[in-house]
C-alpha cells in the first residue's frame, strides 16, 4: 500500500453546523446555498475537509442529532440537490465533504419510532429497545445531568418502557438487530453515492454496547468490522471518524488490529490533558496521554482538536486536575454543564490572549494526528453564556461588521449572534480580519499552509525529546529520512532549555516560522523560549524532500 494515499493522515478537518454558517436564501437560517457561496473562504483557508454536523429532516431539539429521515435534507437547509450541488462544487476545489452519522437513536418523530410505539406487532417495535416495567437502573447512566433524569421513559401509546441513553425524545434504537443494522449500510451507500467521503460516527461506544434492561455490559466489535467492510467495499478511500471518549486501553478495539474497524478516533484523551497542560503549565500528564494513544494500525489516525460542538469533557481527569481545569478556564458556575465539563468557546477560555491561543493551534497541529476545527475557531469567536447549556458555542457565524454579523440578510435570526463586549461582531469578524494581516485568521492560513508542508507532523514517527523540564514538550517526527521538531513552552515565563536531536544532520534546525533557527556543532540545542512560544523547525534544511 502507498501510504501517501491516505489522504485523511493529513488533512484539515473543519466543522459546520450548515444551520448556523451562512443563509443564503434570506430567512434567517443557514444553508446550503449559503455554505456552497463560502466555499473559496474556507479553500482559501487550506482547509481539506469539511464535516458536516446533521443536516437532516429533524425537530431539532438537539440541533439535529434528534434524526426523524436518514435520506434527507432539512427542508430548512435546502433541497437533496443543493446539497449534491454543494458536495460537487467543494470536491472541485479539493474539498472533501464528511456528514455525521447518528446511528444510536433517532427522534421520537421518526417514522420508525411512530410505528413502533403503535403496537407490539408492528414492524419496527424490535427497531427500538423496550421494557414492560421501569428497569432498575433507569437513573443510571444518564448522559446530560441536570438536563435528563432517566434513561428510562414510559410511553403510554405503546404501553411500555422505552430507553433512551439521551433526551427521552432520542429513543435508543435496537442496534442489535439485523434490520437496523442493514438499514444503516443503506443510509451509508446512499450518502456516499451521493458523493461524500466518509462519516463522523456519533455516541459510537453506545451504538455497539448491548441495549436492555437488566442485559450485562458488553460491546459487539463485529459490528465495526461490518461497517468498514461496507464502507470500503463501496467507497475504497471514504473513512470513519468515531466519537469514542474511551480509556486508551480500549482504543485498539476502535481501531482493530488489523485495519479493519474505524480509521480515525477523535483522541479524547490528548484534548482534556492538553486543556489541563494549558491550565497549568504541566505538561507531563499530556506527556503520558501521547505515549498512551500511539497508535499502531496502518491506517489508523487520531483527530485532535481543542473544542467541539459539544461542552469539554473533563471526566477522563482526575478530579484534583479537573478542579485546576475548571479552576483556570471556567470560573464561575454559569460557564460549566453536567457537572463535568466547559461550555466555552476556545478564545474566552484563554482570555482572547493571543499567544495563548497560538500555543494551543499550534500543539493542536502538531500533536501526531489529524487536526480538527470548528467554524469561527480561525477568528477566535466567543460565547454567548445566555444561551442554553451547549447553544451557548453554536452562535451563527461571524462574518462581517455588518447587521447579524453578515450571517444573514433576515430580518430576524433562529439564533443571535454575538453583538456586545470583546467578542461581539463589530470587533470580531471575518471581514475585518482578512484586511488585517497580523489577524488570527492569516496567522491560521499560514498555520494551515505550513502543516501541510509538514506531513512528518501527521505521517512521520514521533518521539519525544527529553527538555528537563515540564513546562516545555518537544516532539520530533521523522518520515523518508526528513524530519521535523515541534516545541512548545506552555508557562508564561521565558524558559531555556536544551535538546539532543536524533538525526544525522540534527546540528541545523531552520525555524519554519521565523527567522530564530538554531545552529549548533552537535545535534544538542540550547533554546530559550518566550512565555508561551512554540516553534516548528524543519531538521537539515529548510526544505522538505532533501
Ligand atoms: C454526540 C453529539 C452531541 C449529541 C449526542 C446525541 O455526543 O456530539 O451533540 O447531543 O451525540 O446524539
Ligand atoms: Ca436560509
Not at 461582531?425 to 488570527?440: C, H, I, T, W
Not at 506531513?455 to 529520512?481: C, M, N, R
Amino acid at each position: 500500500m502507498v501510504l501517501n494515499d491516505l489522504w485523511y493522515k493529513n488533512a484539515v478537518i473543519y466543522c459546520i453546523d450548515v444551520a448556523t454558517f451562512f443563509d443564503g436564501n434570506g430567512d434567517g437560517i443557514g444553508d446550503f446555498k449559503g455554505l456552497a457561496a463560502r466555499l473559496d473562504y474556507l479553500a482559501g483557508m487550506g482547509i481539506t475537509c469539511i464535516w458536516l454536523l446533521p443536516f437532516y429532516p429533524s425537530p431539532r431539539r438537539d440541533d439535529g442529532y434528534d434524526v426523524a429521515d436518514y435520506y434527507g435534507v432539512d427542508p430548512r437547509f435546502g433541497t437533496l440537490g443543493e446539497f449534491v450541488e454543494f458536495v460537487s462544487q467543494a470536491r472541485q476545489r479539493g474539498i472533501r465533504v464528511i456528514v455525521d452519522l447518528v446511528m444510536n437513536h433517532t427522534s421520537d418523530q421518526h417514522p420508525w419510532f411512530l410505528d413502533a410505539r403503535r403496537s407490539k406487532r408492528s414492524p419496527h417495535r424490535d427497531w427500538y429497545v423496550w421494557s414492560p416495567e421501569k428497569p432498575k437502573d433507569a437513573e443510571k447512566g444518564v448522559v446530560f445531568p441536570g438536563v435528563q433524569k432517566t434513561t428510562w421513559t414510559f410511553d403510554k401509546q405503546a404501553g411500555e418502557w422505552y430507553f433512551h441513553r439521551f433526551f427521552d425524545f432520542q429513543p435508543d434504537l435496537n442496534t442489535e438487530n439485523p434490520a437496523v443494522q442493514a438499514e444503516f449500510r443503506r443510509v451509508m451507500g446512499f450518502w456516499l453515492e451521493l458523493g461524500v467521503s466518509g462519516f463522523r460516527v456519533d455516541a459510537l461506544p453506545f451504538v455497539i454496547s448491548n441495549k436492555g434492561a437488566g442485559r450485562p455490559p458488553g460491546q459487539r466489535w463485529q459490528m465495526l468490522r461490518d461497517m468498514r467492510l461496507f464502507l470500503q467495499w463501496h467507497t475504497a478511500d471514504a473513512i470513519l471518524l468515531a466519537e469514542a471518549n474511551v480509556l486508551p486501553e480500549e482504543d485498539l478495539e476502535y481501531f482493530g488490529d488489523r485495519d479493519d474497524r474505524m480509521h480515525m478516533l477523535f483522541n479524547f484523551q490528548v484534548n482534556q490533558h492538553l486543556f489541563y497542560a494549558l491550565a497549568t503549565a504541566d505538561g507531563s500528564t499530556l506527556s503520558q496521554a501521547l505515549e498512551r494513544t500511539r497508535t499502531r494500525p496502518e491506517t489508523a489516525q487520531w483527530a485532535n482538536f481543542l473544542r467541539n460542538n459539544d461542552e469539554l469533557d473533563l471526566g477522563r481527569l482526575v478530579a484534583e486536575q479537573r478542579e485546576k481545569v475548571l479552576s483556570a478556564f471556567a470560573p464561575e458556575d454559569t460557564m460549566r454543564l453536567y457537572g463535568r465539563g466547559i461550555r466555552r468557546r476556545l478564545a474566552p477560555m484563554m482570555g482572547a490572549d493571543r499567544r495563548r491561543m497560538e500555543l494551543a493551534y499550534s500543539l493542536m497541529f502538531t500533536l501526531p494526528g489529524t487536526p480538527v476545527l470548528r467554524y469561527g475557531d480561525e477568528i477566535g469567536m466567543g460565547d454567548d453564556l445566555k444561551l442554553p447549556d451547549r447553544d451557548c458555542g453554536r452562535t451563527p457565524m461571524q462574518w462581517a461588521a455588518e447587521e447579524h454579523a453578515g450571517f444573514s440578510g433576515s430580518k430576524t435570526i433562529f439564533r443571535p449572534v454575538i453583538r456586545e463586549g470583546p467578542f461581539g461582531y463589530p470587533k470580531v469578524n471575518m471581514a475585518g480580519q482578512r484586511r488585517d494581516p497580523e489577524s488570527l485568521l492569516n496567522w491560521m492560513e499560514r498555520i494551515i499552509r505550513m502543516y501541510k508542508e509538514c506531513p512528518e507532523f501527521s505521517w512521520g514517527d514521533w518521539k519525544q525529546l527529553d527538555t528537563g523540564i515540564d513546562s516545555v514538550l518537544a516532539l520530533q517526527y521523522s518520515q523518508d529520512g526528513g524530519a521535523v521538531l515541534a516545541v512548545h513552552n506552555l508557562s508564561e515565563s521565558p524558559v531555556r532549555t536544551s535538546i539532543e536531536v536524533d538525526h544525522p544532520s540534527g546540528q541545523r534546525l531552520f525555524n519554519l516560522l521565523s527567522n530564530d533557527h538554531s545552529i549548533s556543532r552537535s545535534t544538542r540545542h540550547a533554546l530559550r523560549l518566550e512565555p508561551h512560544a512554540y516553534r516548528w523547525f524543519r531538521v537539515g534544511s529548510e526544505v522538505s524532500g532533501r
